[in-house]
Every structure is written in C-alpha cells, then in structure tokens.
C-alpha cells in the first residue's frame, strides 16, 4: 500500500498535557509516527512524499480566519508575551455575546476547544504537511489507487472548522472527504477512535452529501465529552447522516466490534462511493492514553470487516499513543486493508 508520508510532521513538539488536574508531558509525541512509519516501512509498504497542494484543501473544510490564526499565532505570541513556552490559552469564551479580541492570548482561547492544542514552532508546518498527505492520499485514490493511507501527524478528528482542540489543528479525515466529494457524490466517514471525531461531526453535520459515522467510548464519562451521543444524528439536509455509536468505557472486543458492525451498517445504508477510515488505534489494550481493552485480534477482525465494503478507501491517522506496540497495530490493519 503507499503511505503518504512527510518528515515535516515531527517538527511539532507540544510540551505539557493536563490530565486529572496534573500537567504532564505530552502524550501526543513525534515518536508515534516514528513507530508507526517504521513498522510499515518493515511490512514493505511504500513511502511516498505529499503533494503540496496549497491552501485550497485546507480552506475547503476550516475557516479562513481560523487558517489565519494557526499560520500566524506562534509569531504573535512570542511578540506579545515575550515568551519561549508553547502558545497556550487560559480562558475559553462561552455564550452568545462572547466576541473575538485581537489580542494573542484572547485568541488562542477563541480558536482552541481545550488545552490540548499548544502552538509551538512547528505547529503549522507540522499539521499543514499531514493535511497536504491526506490530500494526496484522496486524490491518489480518486486516481484508481484503491486504498492509500496518509501516516497524518498531528491526528485532526477533533479539529472543527474554525477549533483547534485535542491535539488536532487542521482536520485530516475532513480534507480527504471533501477532496473524494470533487469525484464521488457520496462518501463516508469511519471514525474508529476511541474518542468521538467530534470536529469531524461538527464539520459535515449539516451536509447530506458526507456521512459520519463514530464509534467511541461514551462521551457521558469520556473526552471529548459534549459530543458523540447516539441521539446526534445531523440536522438539516444533513439529518441521518450522522451516526454515533458509544460503547462502555473500558470496553473491549466484544462490544467495540458490535459498535462496529452497527456502524458499517449505517454507511452500507447510505450507499457510498468512498471511504474516509479515521484510524485512531488507542482503544487498543496496549495503548498508554486510552482505558480500553481492544485486543490485537480485535484491531485484525476490524479490518476484516471495513474491508468487506470493498470500498474506495482513503485512511488517516487519527489517534494511538506511543508503545512499542502501536506500528504493530496499525501495519496489522493496514496488511488486510491493502
Ligand atoms: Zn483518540
């Protein structure tokens, strides 16, 4: 299979990470890519370079002024606090009378859904090459390559149009899909991540034309929280187009894989042309991030039935934390994918 993949993507280095009220190091390192590029490289997949395509994918699925601010807001920061530590906010806007300043720090806080999303010197590059990669991967299949994965990092699921939020800058699987739209009518989103693809959801819910379908830990007790209850379904011209499918936290293979099957039924249903995999792997039991119990065989089971829609198929890398397990995992997945 060819993995599109850019070293640029290891220039983004966040730093700190907030979890149970402690700061800790980034979970969301370099060295997950690193792992995952090397055991594909091991099972012969073949690495090839992104096309760069510009802004033009990018500004199909985010906002211009949110684009702006991500080109922009390292420069800005340091500027205005004087500061090396990565740009991060400390207050998040909330309610209809919120307006956007032009300060940075009142920025960072309009354009990030968390604190998850540091801006360090590498942000842009980093998160414009894995945007550029899940690009070209759409077009190389829209070419007639039948499945191709973009090795995308940072992950983007959680991005929305104008947000950055979990890790995510720019959305991969987003720019994918709408690159597949300028070729197929309809086409599908499977987002396997153990947390809900919220940003992904946010962007398409209102489109009848791109179905989102998530499977994820319940969001009731579970990042990212406010999103990905089974009772979201889109609304507008996108009503039905839309399908959550939680599962307890701590789940494993059984009831990740009936969530599973729940899902592919949704998109058989809807009848696409093509598929956009957000392969997030940390419902894995070996990933150090996640709580979920998905076993190896789990993950190859997964893949056997995503295959059986003998679908198009556009993959992206979502989430999976590093362990010397997680390139196993995805080249597991990507072995019967290809
Ligand atoms: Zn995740």
């Known amino acids: ?113 968390d604190m998850a999303c540091e801006i360090t010197d590498g942000t842009w590059p980093a998160a414009y090459a894995a945007a550029q990669g899940a690009a070209t991967a759409a077009q190389l299949v829209i070419e007639g390559n039948a499945t191709v994965y973009a090795l995308c990092r940072p992950p983007g699921h959680h991005a929305g149009g104008d947000r950055a939020m979990g890790f995510c800058y720019l959305n991969n699987a987003a720019v994918a899909a709408e690159e597949l739209r300028r070729h197929f009518a309809r086409v599908a989103i499977l987002d396997v991540d153990v947390h809900h693809g919220n940003g992904t959801q946010e962007i398409f819910y209102e489109r009848g034309d791109v179905y989102f379908a998530s499977i994820h830990g319940d969001p009731d007790q579970y990042y990212p929280f406010y999103w990905g209850y089974a009772d979201q379904c889109g609304e507008g011209g996108g009503k039905g187009a839309t399908l959550n ?41 070996h990933d150090p991030h996640g709580r979920h119990k998905v076993s190896d065989a789990g993950f190859r089971r997964m893949a056997e039935m995503i295959a059986r829609l003998n679908l198009p198929m556009a993959i992206v890398q979502e989430g999976g934390y590093a362990s010397a397990a997680l390139g196993e995992t995805v080249a597991d997945i990507l072995d019967i994918l290809g």
């Open 1 to 113: 299979m060819q993995v599109v993949w850019s070293a640029q993507q290891l220039v983004h280095h966040g730093t700190r990470f907030i979890r149970s009220g402690q700061i800790v190091s980034s979970p969301e390192t370099a060295e997950r890519a690193t792992f995952i590029r090397d055991a594909v490289v091991r099972r012969g997949h073949e690495l090839i370079g992104p096309r760069d395509l510009g802004l033009a994918p990018i500004l199909a699925v985010h906002d211009a002024d949110f684009v702006a601010f991500l080109q922009a807001a390292r420069n800005d920061w340091t500027a205005f606090a004087g500061a090396e530590a990565a740009a991060m906010p400390n207050v998040h806007p909330r309610g209809p009378t919120a307006r956007r300043p032009s300060g940075p720090v009142g920025q960072l806080g309009w354009y990030t859904g």
């Open 245 to 285: 499918v939680p599962f307890p936290v701590g789940s494993g293979d059984g009831p990740f894989l009936e969530a599973l099957a729940a899902a592919l039924d949704g998109i058989q249903a809807f009848a696409p042309q093509a598929l956009v995999l957000s392969l997030g792997v940390d419902a894995s039991v």
